[in-house]
């Protein structure tokens, strides 16, 4: 079973769609989770952290569900800007460092 | 400054050729981490360093050798590649002074073509 696991897309929604990004992760003992957006030959870039409350970055919303080892991100009033890839990112223990990523999610917002 | 910078951009070899890839930071974090990515797939660990010491090591094939001169740079070296190590090479960096979070920054990667 893999580490991580999300949706695999891709997403083609309108300019102003709502659409929602869903990972699983395998490791109950993991405890740093991120969204990370990766442009077409760009590096990965930090979208958000997502914290155990949940948490809001302007149009972005990211939840965090232990029991479920499950986290989602909510994009609202989708902008072009915003097609890129999604990669739904898990770290391992306390005091790991390493990283686990998904697959990651394509969306294309069209006009 | 939030930025890690990598060079070169863009890098052309030869199997028989030895180059370096230099990557840099100047946040103060205590971390530093080469990635692989392939076209189309999410970045894979290759080491990880950890105040300047090799802490994570996946395995990788002895023709890359990683090199921590100091907190700040962190050096790939390559040495008789194969054309299937052609890929995009990221540098990553973090603090280490969290117990959440310990987010990981991106430099925009070396994208290295191995002829």
């Known amino acids: 079973r893999k580490e991580v696991e999300q949706d695999p897309g891709p997403f083609n929604v309108p300019e102003g769609a709502t659409v929602a990004f869903n990972c699983t992760y395998s490791n109950s003992a993991s405890q740093s989770f991120f969204w990370y957006r990766q442009d077409c030959r760009k590096e990965p870039k930090l979208l958000m952290s997502?914290?155990?409350s949940g948490n809001e970055d302007g149009r972005f919303t990211a939840q965090l569900n232990r029991a479920s080892q499950y986290i989602s991100l909510l994009i609202r009033d989708s902008k072009l800007s915003d097609s890129a890839t999604y990669l739904c990112?898990?770290?391992?223990?306390?005091?790991?460092?390493?990283?686990?990523f998904g697959t990651g999610t394509r969306l294309t917002v069209i006009p | 400054d939030t930025e890690v910078t990598q060079t070169p951009k863009h890098l052309v070899m030869g199997m028989t050729n030895k180059k370096s890839l230099k990557c840099e930071q100047h946040m103060g974090h205590r971390a530093m981490y080469w990635y692989k990515q392939k076209a189309k797939k999410p970045p894979e660990l290759m080491f990880v360093y950890s105040y300047e010491k090799l802490s994570i090591n996946e395995s990788v094939p002895s023709r890359f050798s990683p090199e921590c001169p100091n907190s700040s740079l962190l050096n790939l070296h390559l040495h008789a590649l194969q054309p299937e190590d052609s890929a995009l090479y990221l540098c990553?960096?973090?603090?280490?002074?969290?117990?959440?979070?310990?987010?990981?920054?991106f430099g925009p990667g070396t994208r290295l073509t191995v002829t």
């Open positions: 997502v914290y155990s």
């Open positions: 990112v898990v770290n391992g223990q306390t005091g790991a460092n390493n990283l686990f």
């Open positions: 990553a960096s973090s603090p280490l002074d969290r117990v959440e979070g310990n987010e990981q920054y």
